[in-house]
């Protein structure tokens, strides 16, 4: 494809290629030369300051990036190598953070512009590494000036919004523009699924006896009716009514095949169907790229390369055939993407299996089914519609069924969906019949459905509902929902449903009968949901804040970090704009002075005492308040506190459930001749006996726990921590061998060795033998991790 090859490359001065993984360094080296020397830089080499702000608002903004410690040895190494090179070869990514890197890299190592060149390659095989090499570039300023105004923006945001948050919500809490986004949206919905009512019709469904006497056919009404009374009206009708099929349709129809992979489908596909989270996704997708297995990770093109597409075409005709083969050029909708970058897809689609651990390998089959999907020929279906008229109603009843005429892409792939909502079954096939045919009924039921309320979000969902509302790009969908996560705004978790009761009619026998049913509604498992402490953090950035949460405002942020890519722009521009308005609101703010903390809301008084009540947030998390604190009277009793438990919230805590949490600790009784207490403290309900602290399952319950459940907790931590110990030495009490989760490690004074594998039975390990390897260790630290991979 390229006159350029190996042998041209060796033929030239020494090169030196600086990339920002060794993960990509390792398959870099593969194909290239041994004029080559391959380094990395392990993600950026310079930033902010950690912890100051690190921006001269005075000097136009300008950043004031610094190396980090634990990057100084690391930039000499480069420093020293670049001096000897001939040519240095910039070769980050190519998204706007990869760009960055590379001038970071050119700006600390001093670099000869004339001999500095900047290669991109959005897959890193023989054939794209050698494109590059051959068409080097120079640094896009533009791509380095979008990154710089996403980072200065967000430093902005994040250091003058937290100190005001640390004051009137509770310290230590920080806020992002994105991130603050991204929790208004979970908080939004849960109030929304809290203010939903729902709304109940019956569905009913009727068996029908064919004329042969034998064929059963199944029909549902075409509408659902609203009340009993409607149902019991109909049921009546067609105790006495006749039956007959007075309509059959059939309906061609095609299903087409979805787009390859960006990487928002990527993360929503890869959760639905592999169970992965979003971070898992994009971990296991960077690994698969920089083994040379996948295009560029971070997309949102579902743009496919011409040779993509050829071979594609050859996979498909040789496994499928030529019908099965359609050419596909899809367009990309997203905002600001950019057609000239590739959809994900194996970088040698005929490849089927690849090398890899068992998560990587699902994962390469989910993107190369996907990729070969997108060039497949549509599925025919052919639906049937039966129409059953009722003598002496209006009413119809319809038997649907579908039927596969040709699989098409549905051979390689099915897309899912988030959609929570039942799905009713169609019938297949099915059976003969003819206009006119009389039909006897065997029996209706009619039930008793509800409107569903709308759905908690996944990863997944949220990720698709950011990019919906073009919140966020395809680098920044994983670290925001975990950083929302890590910030405890929001959380991974399940909700208990409620009972709800239903009513069943029925036609039988010709007879009407009517039952109550009861069924479990609204139960969730690993949704997301907002912390008390998230909820009011977005309430007071609501009330205070509200162009940082709005949603067009953010998005329309994402819109001029495009524009400053496109070289449209200054960067500087766009900050100054944003800062003018926004700084004042922050000194507005820090000015205001409240009566209580945020959040804080009085629930009534207390009959026994007459104090108040309060709830709010404290240092630890939310807790029930019982007495207002009186600072200028220091003999005055001070308030007492009490933690909420798992499941309470602030916002729907009653004065009755406050008050009953004063009742913990609570004495449960004696175990063993020593006291049984059970409490609430900083990492949840515990049970406290002989000084050790046991954690209360999720299913017991602080304040009904009984002393047999107790008990029963108390002997289970004995077996665990006997079955953990190894072995104990008591000529020194503060050594023991402990069995981890990574396997027998010695615990010694508060810290953690590990046994070397050349001992094979941790339990024969003398105290000399222990000591020995304590203090090996200490005199040898570990070595520091020189830095985290590239920031997304």
């Not at 729902?198 to 059963?216: K, M, N, Q, W, Y």
């Not at 209580?596 to 029930?624: A, M, N, Q």
Request: net charge positive; charged share 30%.
């Amino acid at each position: 494809m390229h006159s350029f090859s190996n042998r041209n490359i060796k033929n030239m001065q020494k090169n030196l290629v600086i990339v920002e993984s060794p993960a990509k360094a390792k398959t870099l080296e593969k194909f290239l030369g041994k004029d080559f020397k391959v380094m990395s830089s392990y993600g950026h080499i310079r930033d902010l300051k950690t912890k100051e702000f690190s921006i001269d608002i005075e000097n136009n903004y300008k950043p004031e990036y610094v190396i980090p410690d634990d990057k100084k040895k690391l930039v000499a190494e480069l420093k020293a190598e670049a001096k000897k090179a001939g040519t240095v070869w910039l070769a980050s990514d190519e998204d706007r953070e990869g760009e960055a890197i590379s001038w970071h890299l050119s700006e600390v190592l001093k670099l000869d512009l004339e001999s500095t060149k900047r290669i991109v390659f959005h897959e890193i095989t023989k054939n794209a590494i050698l494109h590059a090499v051959e068409t080097p570039r120079t640094i896009d300023i533009n791509l380095v000036n979008a990154q710089q105004a996403r980072r200065v923006l967000d430093r902005i945001v994040g250091f003058q919004l937290s100190p005001i948050l640390w004051r009137k919500v509770k310290p230590a809490l920080s806020a992002g523009r994105v991130q603050s986004v991204a929790v208004r949206l979970i908080v939004e919905r849960e109030r929304e699924i809290g203010a939903f009512m729902p709304e109940a019709s019956f569905r009913v469904i009727a068996e029908f006896i064919l004329p042969d006497g034998a064929t059963l056919l199944k029909a549902e009404l075409y509408k659902r009716l609203k009340t009993k009374e409607e149902v019991l009206a109909l049921l009546t009708i067609c105790q006495k009514a006749a039956f007959s099929i007075d309509d059959i349709s059939t309906k061609p129809l095609k299903k087409s095949p979805a787009p390859p992979f960006t990487t928002s489908t990527l993360q929503q596909e890869a959760a639905r169907k592999l169970g992965y989270s979003v971070s898992q996704t994009m971990m296991l997708a960077q690994r698969l790229y920089e083994s040379g297995l996948i295009t560029y990770m971070r997309t949102d093109s579902v743009n496919l390369s011409d040779l993509a597409l050829g071979t594609a075409k050859e996979t498909i005709v040789k496994n499928y055939g030529d019908k099965y083969y359609k050419f596909r050029q899809y367009n990309t909708k997203t905002k600001g993407a950019q057609e000239a970058h590739e959809a994900i897809r194996p970088t040698y689609i005929n490849n089927e299996e690849i090398n890899g651990t068992v998560q990587e390998k699902r994962l390469y089959e989910l993107i190369r089914k996907r990729t070969i999907a997108s060039q497949m020929a549509d599925a025919e279906l052919e639906r049937t519609t039966i129409s059953i008229s009722i003598s002496g109603a209006k009413e119809k009843f319809a038997a649907v069924g579908e039927v596969l005429v040709f699989d098409g892409f549905l051979q390689v792939y099915r897309e899912d969906t988030d959609d929570e909502n039942e799905k009713e079954q169609e019938n297949g096939l099915l059976p003969p019949v003819s206009i006119n045919d009389s039909l006897k009924l065997k029996g209706i039921v009619a039930t008793e459905r509800f409107t569903q309320r709308p759905p908690r979000h996944t990863e997944a969902s949220l990720v698709r509902r950011l990019e919906e509302l073009g919140i966020g790009r395809p680098s920044t969908y994983a670290p925001t929902i975990h950083t929302i996560q890590n910030r405890e705004y929001v959380e991974k978790g399940d909700r208990e449903g409620t009972e709800r009761r239903y009513t069943v009619i029925s036609l039988a026998a010709n007879k009407i009968s009517e039952t109550e049913k009861r069924e479990i509604t609204g139960a969730d498992r690993n949704k997301l949901l907002p912390t008390d402490i998230g909820i009011v953090v977005n309430d007071f950035l609501m009330e205070y804040f509200p162009d940082v949460l709005d949603y067009n405002f953010t998005a329309n942020v994402e819109k001029e970090f495009d524009t400053i890519a496109e070289g449209r722009m200054e960067w500087t521009e766009a900050i100054d704009k944003f800062y003018k308005v926004f700084h004042p609101i922050v000194e507005k703010t820090a000015a205001v002075k409240t009566e209580h903390k945020v959040g804080e809301r009085e629930l009534g008084i207390d009959p026994v005492s007459g104090k108040p009540v309060f709830v709010k947030i404290g240092r630890f998390g939310p807790v029930v308040q019982l007495g207002a604190a009186n600072p200028e009277d220091k003999s005055a009793p001070k308030p007492q506190f009490a933690s909420l438990l798992k499941g309470q919230s602030i916002e729907k805590l009653t004065l009755k459930e406050a008050l009953k949490l004063f009742d913990l600790p609570r004495t449960v009784g004696e175990y063993e001749g020593k006291t049984v207490v059970a409490g609430i403290g900083r990492f949840g309900p515990f049970v406290r006996h002989d000084s050790k602290f046991i954690s209360i399952p999720k299913d017991k319950d602080p304040l009904t726990i009984t002393l047999e459940e107790a008990g029963e907790l108390i002997d289970e931590k004995r077996i665990k921590e006997a079955q953990r110990s190894f072995k104990k030495f008591d000529e020194e009490p503060g050594m023991e061998i402990l069995n981890g989760r990574f396997g027998p490690y010695i615990a010694y004074k508060g810290s953690n060795y590990k046994i070397p594998k050349t001992i094979k039975d941790p339990k024969e390990i003398t105290l000399e033998e222990a000591m020995k390897i304590v203090n090996e260790a200490v005199e040898k630290p570990a070595p520091k991790k020189r830095g985290a991979r590239k920031k997304s």
